[in-house]
């Protein structure tokens, strides 16, 4: 969930997000087409919100959120989408 407001703005996440030191070891196994699907789908949605919001801390975490779904696909399909 996102909010934005006078006050500023935060993000909710429901579990852990991929970081550089826990990205291999939290990652979903076996990482499979519905996974990369949902990652896409992911991707295409905080890209959509970011073009969509006109609030710019809002557009900055939108564009966050869709580039750490790109990676996560890159990451596995081995760069390869």
Excluded at 37 to 62: P, Y
Aim: with cysteine; glycine share 6%.
């Amino acid at each position: 969930m996102n909010v934005c407001d006078d006050n500023g703005s935060f993000v909710v996440f429901r579990g852990r997000w991929p970081t550089s030191e826990n990205t291999e070891s939290e990652s979903p196994e076996p990482i499979d087409a519905a996974w990369i699907d949902h990652c896409r789908a992911r991707e295409s949605a905080e890209r959509a919100a970011a073009k969509q919001t006109t609030c710019v801390e809002a557009r900055r975490v939108h564009q966050e959120l869709a580039q750490a779904y790109a990676r996560m696909i890159e990451q596995a399909t081995g760069g390869g989408t």
